[in-house]
């Protein structure tokens, strides 16, 4: 698998599994009829942000994810990221690799931590794997997701220092 920056040929791969995950309205707090219009807005970083794509060795995009500064001014030196793993290829490390990519990033990049906040608790897979790449949830904001299927269930905030050699 290779990691690399996303361009805008990569766009009508990535806006299928985007659209069909929003579209499920499981995991992100984006309105469920997202238009591709803002969605690709949303998804296509300019710096300091960073989008990239994970593909396999036909080519094949199986997963993005969006890197930046989490705040501005004087909270720019905290990182935040987003994940989209296409549906057909989950399972297969995909979001793993991705996470692991987003971290060497912001730390190469000079942020000292990286702070997603917004992880649906029912979202276990997700929350298991950020907590195996060292993250932390500092604080869950309850009821903050309307879930389609476990009704309203809390958002976490989860936090991973990358300065002091951590």
């Known amino acids: 698998m290779l990691i690399r920056d996303a361009t805008p040929a990569d766009w009508p791969a990535i806006w299928p599994f985007l659209q069909q995950i929003v579209a499920a309205g499981e995991t992100y707090a984006y309105d469920r009829n997202l238009t591709e219009e803002r969605a690709r807005e949303i998804w296509l970083l300019d710096p300091p942000g960073r989008t990239v794509v994970a593909v396999n060795d036909h080519g094949t995009v199986l997963g993005s994810a969006k ?21 057909a290829h989950s399972g297969k490390g995909v979001g793993r690799a991705l996470g692991q990519h987003a971290l060497d990033w912001a730390r ?44 309203y269930v809390g958002l976490h905030i989860m936090h991973r220092p990358l300065h002091l050699g951590v």
Not at 113 to 141: C, D, P
């Open 67 to 87: 890197m930046n500064p989490n705040q501005g001014g004087p909270g720019a030196h905290i990182a935040s990221a987003s994940f989209m793993v296409d549906p």
């Open 108 to 151: 190469a990049a000079g942020y000292r931590a990286m702070q997603f906040n917004a992880v649906v608790e029912a979202n276990t897979r997700a929350v298991a794997l950020w907590k195996s790449l060292g993250f932390e949830i500092i604080g869950t904001v309850p009821e903050a997701f309307h879930h389609p299927v476990n009704g």
